[in-house]
């Protein structure tokens, strides 16, 4: 201990604030445990403050201005105006809003908020460091802890990040005006979401994509839908290529690219946005001092209870291996509160959802068609083309498609990949689906309600029986 | 480690197959292609191997039993470890009522296909784990084999021995039970007593209802089963009337099945006092094959049968004539060989008889290879080995070919690759005796012949009536294909030929 050290103990301390580590402290407090839940930045993490709510907030606000502008088909002729400054502080709203309830609700469930930056000392101490000068650290000894400390933006070398020329997801949500021109390094999820805003804005964006295709792990099918889109908002796609260098020329910049064959482009723009993927921040807690590593993805192993290998130590949320979703963290976090409590809970849930805001968006769940044969089943596919959808056409949004997987011989509801207007929604039905082990009948035989959008989901159903109504059967 | 061994695609299209004898037993050593098993499908027995090197850790199956393709039947230790005693089995199958086996495995299989997945809602999966109950090894009765609350339960109350498990919904336990209150006449009391998840509400208060709440796939289920939804005890009373679960339903249906074989039963009972009036043998392998096939085939295609008779005096000449030259050479001379010739003959000349409907893409399919098939009785019922290229095949070949394969259909040796295939068939229902019969097509072919007796009858000959070897001639035809005109050309042209033998010199 250092002079000046406070020493407290808890039953439970939690690293993180994000999505993953406040929901297992409401959890656990509401469990009766007596819980510390430490920050180093802003509650409600990454998600709250510069991931998920802005970027949605923004995706929505560009959404209407965009969509006024262009209803012309309707009859709407709209001079539409942007006022960015209105637009983030609107924005800004929302995300405290939000993050004063998550400070809220903590509080009112008894967990204890402590800010600063936290390190393993012992198996049983943490060392927070508050921030600025003569702050001081204190101990807090636990009987259990999670790891809920989420991810950072990856740096491609070369291209570090400064706020001004090279930008991270954080910086573009931060942005007090729209750039001429954007070069994007990246054509994952957070690229095609703010390369969607910004192409709506006005900015001219170029994609850079070491890949040959946008979103990879997801379908062709699915991934073209949201490029072609993509590409009539006037981003250009430049796939094969790898960000190699930048430098500034009369105020701008220029990025340069490399493919495979060693040819070099140079693209003039007024910023750079790299977004290459997250990493998970584990180097600030001194894991040694506990005996736990990362494995070579860089995340924890976790046992079904987000157990790590050293007992009473947990880990949630991005740190931990899967995917990098907030609602997954949130999840890991409930389940870890409850063990911690003495429940019985466990990870098992069947699927885990994902949604990517571009325009249109993508909603999936569960398995592809490709991944239940792989598993061994037998699958049958059903699609409902959302042109076919009369709600979908009155949104005057008509491309996608809601396509279910199953078992054909059980009709157990295995996946579904959707690519529309409020997909991320749509998707919701089916992974409740295949939670409760419906069966295509199931969902085929509820009535959903006329005029929306979810009827694709009940006649995709229909569609995999082989009586689709609207649409041609196999 | 323990691995799964699931029972494999035998031939194409199987879906199931019956293991007719293991090979093995638990605990022995078995090495990589060691057959492990016999298992009768589609009209073939045939020797399971083993894809590993290792111990048989357990048996899934009993002899006798069905097994879907795809279930698991044995399970193997691949180190070769013998450690039988380390990890009880999930799901121990074998137990004295086989049906009631079948039934289970059938269920659990449904629940957890695929990557040994089991499906449960999240209830249920956390009353799993609070009452500590392997949700792997519990058989489901929800649709398609789900997991129930009431079927977790029902694990946890029978301790946690799959044998116990869905026992709400077993046969067996609904006849003790229906049995035991027999006396009382009121089947609905006993209904409600059948109900292991403790969730069936008064019955009085549920039968004949006028309006029931349930869930689409619940009242399919009933309709499927034959039960009026109204009449089953409620699951639960709600705000809008009575709920009823599809447990409740497939328990009601299960009392109501119990109730009637405890009546078979009775009369059976009766019956054994007076001595065995009825035997039952089981409608199992080779038997419900053929059944399966012959009924797809005469509800598929609309049969019609043209009957003929051929006057057969010069190939029984000619038969004569060669038969003891087919003995030097060491085989013996049937008529089949001729016939086979001439229906190719009759075959090339009439091609819809040669030909498959391919009712997918909506197309006729006329096949220019001759593939023949001869139905062959034997012991285990008919089975139709096929002489391939028969037109490219002379009489001798296809008399040496067809004697090779009827043995080895015969001793049940035979291959499905040898009875696949065929474009058209042949009965010889007469080698047994009778004139004409209603052959029915081996579908998906379009076109059978059947023929009769070959003997001496009465033919009318420039207004006498003289005795001549006469063969009787019974086609059958899928109309769909076919029409009566065209079956009744080809019975010419195959009359023709078997009249005139040496035309067949020219085939």
């Known amino acids: ?474 | 480690m323990p691995t799964e061994f699931k029972l494999p695609d035998v031939g194409e299209g199987v879906a199931e197959g019956e293991i007719v004898a293991w090979l093995v037993s638990e605990g022995d050593t078995v090495e990589e292609d060691q057959p492990v098993a016999e298992v009768e499908t589609d009209k073939a027995v045939v020797e399971v191997p083993s894809p590993y090197d290792g111990t048989v850790k357990q048996l899934h199956y009993a002899e006798g039993d069905v097994v879907p393709v795809g279930n698991v039947i044995v399970t193997f230790n691949v180190e070769g470890e013998d450690d039988l005693d380390a990890t009880p089995a999930p799901d121990e199958t074998p137990a004295a009522d086989e049906d009631a086996d079948t039934e289970t495995a059938e269920a659990a299989s449904a629940a957890s296909s695929g990557s040994g997945r089991t499906f449960a809602p999240p209830s249920v999966r956390r009353l799993a784990r609070e009452l500590d109950i392997d949700l792997a090894s519990v058989s489901g009765s929800g649709p398609s084999g789900r997991i129930t609350e009431g079927d977790v339960r029902a694990a946890a109350e029978s301790g946690g021995e799959s044998e116990a498990r869905g026992e709400a919904s077993a046969p067996k336990s609904a006849v003790t039970k229906v049995t035991d209150d027999a006396e009382s006449d009121e089947p609905k009391s006993a209904v409600s007593k059948v109900g292991a998840s403790g969730a069936a509400a008064e019955p009085s208060a549920a039968a004949g209802r006028e309006k029931t709440l349930a869930a689409p796939a619940t009242r399919r289920v009933a309709e499927e089963l034959g039960v009026n939804i109204d009449d089953v005890p409620a699951s639960e009373e709600r705000e809008d009337g009575a709920f009823v679960s599809e447990a409740a339903v497939r328990e009601y249906a299960d009392a109501q099945q119990a109730a009637q074989a405890a009546d078979t039963a009775e009369v059976r009972a009766g019956d054994a006092v007076s001595g065995e009036r009825e035997e039952r043998v089981p409608y199992r392998g080779v038997r419900r094959t053929i059944g399966k096939q012959m009924a797809e085939s005469k509800y598929t295609a609309p049969h019609v049968t043209h009957h003929d008779t051929a006057v057969v005096d010069a190939l029984a000449d000619v038969r004569e004539e060669l038969k003891p030259v087919a003995e030097e050479r060491g085989f013996r001379l049937t008529y089949m060989p001729f016939i086979v010739k001439a229906v190719v003959a009759g075959l090339k000349q009439h091609p819809y008889l040669n030909s498959q409907l391919d009712e997918e893409n909506e197309e006729i399919v006329l096949k220019n290879y001759y593939n023949i098939g001869i139905a062959v009785a034997t012991d285990a019922g008919l089975m139709v080995p096929v002489i391939r290229d028969a037109d490219e095949k002379t009489v001798p070949e296809i008399a040496e070919e067809m004697r090779d394969l009827i043995e080895k259909a015969r001793e049940r040796s035979i291959s499905r690759e040898e009875m696949q295939g065929g474009t058209f068939t042949l009965t010889n229902f007469g080698a047994i005796g009778g004139e004409y019969a209603t052959p029915i097509i081996n579908y998906p072919e379009t076109a059978i012949l059947g023929l009769g007796a070959l003997e001496e009858r009465p033919v009318a000959e420039d207004g006498d009536v003289v005795a001549k070897e006469t063969l009787p001639l019974s086609l059958s035809i899928d109309h769909r294909v076919i029409d009566g005109a065209v079956a009744a050309e080809f019975a010419n042209t195959v009359q023709e030929y078997l009249e005139n033998p040496s035309m067949l010199l020219l085939e």
């Open chain 1, 1 to 474: 201990m250092v002079v000046g050290d406070v020493s407290t103990g808890t039953e439970l301390a939690i690293i993180g604030a994000g999505p993953g580590g406040y929901v297992a402290a409401i959890r656990a407090g509401q469990l009766g445990l007596d819980v510390t839940l430490i920050e180093k930045d802003a509650w409600g993490g990454t998600c709250l403050n510069y991931g998920c709510i802005p970027s949605k907030a923004l995706i929505t606000a560009t959404d209407v201005g965009y969509e006024a502008d262009t209803a012309e088909e309707m009859g709407i002729h709209a001079d539409v105006k942007v006022d960015v400054d209105q637009m983030t502080t609107w924005k800004d709203g929302v995300v405290d809003q939000l993050t004063s309830g998550v400070e809220k609700l903590c509080k009112a469930n008894g967990v204890n908020l402590v800010e600063g930056v936290a390190e393993f000392e012992s198996e049983n101490k943490l060392r927070v460091a508050h921030a600025g000068d003569g702050q001081g650290s204190e101990t807090i000894e636990f009987e259990n802890a999670i790891i809920a400390t989420g991810s950072r933006p990856i740096e491609v070398p070369g291209f570090e990040y400064d706020g001004e020329h090279v930008l991270s997801s954080r910086d573009v949500l931060d942005l007090d005006r729209v750039p001429e021109s954007m070069v994007v390094v990246g054509g994952g999820y957070i690229g095609m979401e703010l390369s969607t805003v910004l192409a709506k804005m006005g900015c001219d964006v170029t994609v850079v994509e070491m890949l040959d295709d946008i979103l990879a792990g997801y379908e062709e099918d699915v991934t073209s839908v949201v490029r072609q889109n993509a590409q009539d908002l006037g981003i250009d796609f430049r796939f094969g290529e790898a960000a190699s260098d930048w430098e500034k020329r009369d105020g701008d910049i220029v990025v340069t690219t490399e493919n495979e064959a060693g040819e070099e482009f140079r693209y003039a723009t007024e910023k750079a946005f790299v977004a290459v993927g997250r990493q998970p921040v584990l180097d600030t807690l001194n894991l040694d001092a506990i005996g736990l590593e990362p494995n070579e993805d860089g995340h924890l192993e976790t046992d079904n209870q987000a157990e790590t290998d050293v007992e009473g130590v947990y880990a949630i949320g991005d740190v931990a291996t899967g995917p990098m979703l907030a609602h997954k963290a949130s999840k890991e976090g409930q389940v870890a509160a409850e063990a911690i409590a003495g429940e019985p809970a466990a990870l098992d849930y069947q699927a885990v959802p994902a949604a990517v805001f571009t325009d249109p968006e993508i909603g999936t769940v569960g398995m592809t068609e490709q991944e239940a044969e792989d598993a061994g089943f037998s699958p049958a596919v059903g699609n409902f083309p959302m042109r076919a959808s009369g709600r979908s056409l009155t949104t005057g949004n008509d491309d996608g498609f809601v396509r279910i997987v199953a078992d054909e011989e059980s009709g157990f509801i295995l996946g579904a990949q959707i690519v529309g207007p409020e997909a991320s929604e749509l998707v919701a039905e089916l992974g409740l689906a295949i939670e409760m082990g419906a069966t295509l009948e199931d969902v085929a035989a509820t009535i959903h309600t006329h005029p929306t959008l979810s009827e694709g989901v009940m006649e995709a159903a229909e569609h995999a029986l082989g009586h689709a109504i609207h649409t041609l059967n196999r």
